[in-house]
């Protein structure tokens, strides 16, 4: 009777959590990570475009929050990824520097395969799979090379894209073959065969089907769909490139590509709703960095700056999310957030504790989102690059030079960064630099730097681009602060 007691009751609880389970997951909501790589801040419908395409986008927009202070962690592909990847500021791991040819490893020579976030570290997947999620990776990886660094090898069930930093968007054959292997597209782990057709629309395919199947065996999925568009190579299709008869150039390959981009997120999208899912699922659109105006044309107004520099258009990005009967539609969203939010913010969405994650600088965006928390996300943000350093404690920003004064701007006021206040606030302009000297105490060391003797090159380009989209009817005297 004993034994017949404890089968009885092992059966019992055995079904128990297996309910449990299954309830857990019906109520887990799906979540689409739709990521962008090197587009301009203004060249979407929801953020007044008028010039591109983006119906799908404006839709998303329009039925979610648009984050209208969305920012990065750092203005470059790979330190932006692996901060999205881990929810921490990628230079507590050393991961400072992209990780592309040109860069040598302190520890490995030349070999950029070795370039990676640490194994160690936990990333954004692994923690989705913990909560029963079926995970999987599309498009541009950039994260490391090597096997080591591999996305079924961290965290992701199934991967369809390429381990490299760009690629051509049509299929390499032997005529033009990259000379770089971590550029050929490869399915799951070792699986290297090229596409058909234009990439873009390719892997709004492969992730329409991920989508079938998981929803089809009712298991709970996360998405990260990491399109190399807009980053050149400047390639369209021709029927993009005729939607835009009065563009030329690169502007008009741009709004192509930015075009299919739209298509390619619709197409997932509409997806959702012909399954009966958009409602519990979770959708995020973003961006890696600020448009690299010179390389593909594209437009970071009402910003200064582009790609690689701290001012806001190196910095700040596209941020949208939809999430039905949580979020209210149409909405705005006005406090700074990171990227790095994304991972506690998923991570939580899924059901997870966030005090069980370890050591992240993100936070739980939902809380502030719905109104159950009030205040800053974020009181101070970070961004490093060797000695060029940036802080912002509320709305004040500073940013630090190895070859000239500092300089500080008051951001609501001063969105185009003209009126630099550092001599008149010194007293503000010492603290903050105390401050930003100590977090750079809690960093690693870079893992890898530029093999050259220190140039200004992101400097040079931060002044350069400083006035290009600078409205010429505000000088520095009309700005104000309270």
Same mark, same amino acid.
């Given at each position: 009777?004993?034994?017949?007691?404890?089968?009885?009751?092992?059966?019992?609880?055995?079904?128990?959590?297996?309910?449990?389970?299954?309830?857990?997951?019906?109520?887990?909501?799906?979540?689409?990570?739709?990521?962008?790589?090197?587009?301009?801040?203004?060249?979407?419908?929801?953020?007044?475009?008028?010039?591109?395409?983006?119906?799908?986008?404006?839709?998303?927009?329009?039925?979610?929050?648009?984050?209208?202070?969305?920012?990065?962690? @750092?203005?470059?592909?790979?330190?932006?990824?692996?901060?999205?990847i881990t929810g921490k500021y990628q230079q507590r791991f050393g991961f400072e520097e992209n990780n592309v040819p040109g860069y040598m490893s302190k520890n490995s020579a030349k070999d950029n395969n070795d370039m990676g976030v640490p194994v160690e570290e936990v990333t954004m997947?692994?923690?989705?799979?913990?909560?029963?999620?079926?995970?999987?990776?599309?498009?541009?990886?950039?994260?490391?090379?090597?096997?080591?660094?591999?996305?079924?090898?961290?965290?992701?069930?199934?991967?369809?894209?390429?381990?490299?930093?760009?690629?051509?968007?049509?299929?390499?054959?032997?005529?033009?073959?990259?000379?770089?292997?971590?550029?050929?597209?490869?399915?799951?782990?070792?699986?290297?065969?090229?596409?058909?057709?234009?990439?873009?629309?390719?892997?709004?395919?492969?992730?329409?089907?991920?989508?079938?199947?998981?929803?089809?065996?009712?298991?709970?999925?996360?998405?990260?769909?990491?399109?190399?568009?807009?980053?050149?190579?400047?390639?369209?299709?021709?029927?993009?490139?005729?939607?835009?008869?009065?563009?030329?150039?690169?502007?008009?390959?741009?709004?192509?590509?930015?075009?299919?981009?739209?298509?390619?997120?619709?197409?997932?999208? +509409?997806?959702?709703?012909?399954?009966?899912?958009? +409602?519990?699922?979770?959708?995020?659109?973003?961006?890696?960095?600020?448009?690299?105006?010179?390389?593909?044309?594209?437009?970071?107004?009402?910003?200064?700056?582009?790609?690689?520099?701290?001012?806001?258009?190196?910095?700040?990005?596209?941020?949208?999310?939809?999430?039905?009967?949580?979020?209210?539609?149409?909405?705005?969203?006005?406090?700074?957030?990171?990227?790095? @939010?994304?991972?506690?913010?998923?991570?939580?969405?899924?059901?997870?504790?966030?005090? @069980?994650?370890?050591?992240?600088?993100?936070?739980?965006?939902?809380?502030?989102?719905?109104?159950?928390?009030?205040?800053?996300?974020?009181?101070?943000?970070?961004?490093? #690059?060797?000695?060029?350093?940036?802080?912002?404690?509320?709305?004040?920003?500073?940013?630090?030079?190895?070859?000239?004064?500092?300089?500080?701007?008051?951001?609501?006021?001063?969105?185009?960064?003209?009126?630099?206040?550092?001599?008149?606030?010194?007293?503000?302009?010492?603290?903050?630099?105390?401050?930003?000297?100590?977090?750079?105490?809690?960093?690693?060391?870079?893992?890898?730097?530029?093999?050259?003797?220190?140039?200004?090159?992101?400097?040079?380009?931060?002044?350069?681009?400083?006035?290009?989209?600078?409205?010429? #009817?505000?000088?520095?005297?009309?700005?104000?602060?309270?």
């Amino acid at each position: 009777m004993k034994y017949l007691t404890l089968y009885i009751f092992s059966f019992l609880l055995v079904l128990s959590n297996l309910a449990n389970a299954k309830s857990r997951n019906e109520e887990q909501p799906n979540i689409v990570f739709l990521f962008a790589d090197d587009a301009g801040y203004a060249d979407f419908g929801f953020h007044g475009s008028k010039v591109m395409k983006t119906p799908n986008l404006d839709k998303l927009a329009k039925e979610g929050v648009i984050f209208t202070q969305g920012y990065v962690s @750092d203005p470059t592909c790979g330190p932006s990824r692996a901060g999205i990847i881990t929810g921490k500021y990628q230079q507590r791991f050393g991961f400072e520097e992209n990780n592309v040819p040109g860069y040598m490893s302190k520890n490995s020579a030349k070999d950029n395969n070795d370039m990676g976030v640490p194994v160690e570290e936990v990333t954004m997947g692994e923690y989705l799979q913990k909560l029963g999620y079926a995970t999987s990776y599309y498009g541009k990886w950039h994260l490391g090379g090597a096997d080591k660094f591999h996305p079924t090898k961290n965290g992701f069930d199934e991967f369809y894209g390429f381990r490299g930093g760009a690629r051509s968007f049509y299929p390499y054959t032997e005529k033009n073959k990259p000379h770089d292997e971590l550029n050929y597209l490869e399915r799951g782990f070792g699986n290297f065969k090229e596409h058909e057709g234009y990439l873009t629309d390719v892997i709004a395919d492969e992730v329409v089907d991920f989508i079938e199947r998981k929803h089809a065996k009712k298991q709970p999925f996360f998405a990260f769909v990491s399109f190399n568009a807009v980053h050149t190579p400047m390639e369209a299709t021709e029927e993009d490139l005729a939607q835009f008869p009065n563009l030329t150039g690169n502007r008009k390959i741009v709004a192509a590509m930015t075009l299919s981009l739209d298509r390619a997120s619709g197409k997932i999208m +509409d997806k959702l709703e012909e399954l009966g899912i958009d +409602d519990n699922t979770l959708v995020v659109f973003s961006n890696d960095n600020g448009g690299p105006t010179d390389k593909n044309a594209s437009d970071n107004a009402p910003f200064s700056g582009t790609k690689s520099n701290h001012l806001e258009g190196g910095l700040r990005v596209p941020f949208v999310a939809k999430w039905p009967n949580k979020f209210k539609a149409n909405t705005k969203y006005q406090f700074p957030v990171l990227t790095l @939010d994304l991972l506690p913010t998923f991570y939580a969405a899924g059901g997870g504790d966030t005090k @069980d994650l370890n050591s992240v600088d993100g936070v739980d965006l939902a809380p502030f989102v719905i109104g159950e928390k009030a205040g800053r996300p974020h009181e101070v943000m970070y961004w490093k #690059k060797d000695v060029r350093a940036t802080i912002r404690v509320g709305d004040w920003k500073l940013i630090r030079f190895p070859d000239r004064p500092a300089e500080l701007y008051y951001v609501p006021n001063d969105i185009k960064e003209v009126k630099n206040y550092a001599a008149q606030e010194p007293e503000r302009v010492k603290a903050m630099f105390k401050q930003l000297f100590e977090w750079e105490s809690t960093l690693e060391r870079p893992r890898w730097l530029l093999q050259r003797k220190f140039e200004n090159m992101d400097i040079d380009r931060m002044d350069k681009y400083r006035w290009k989209n600078a409205d010429s #009817k505000q000088s520095s005297s009309q700005i104000s602060i309270p």
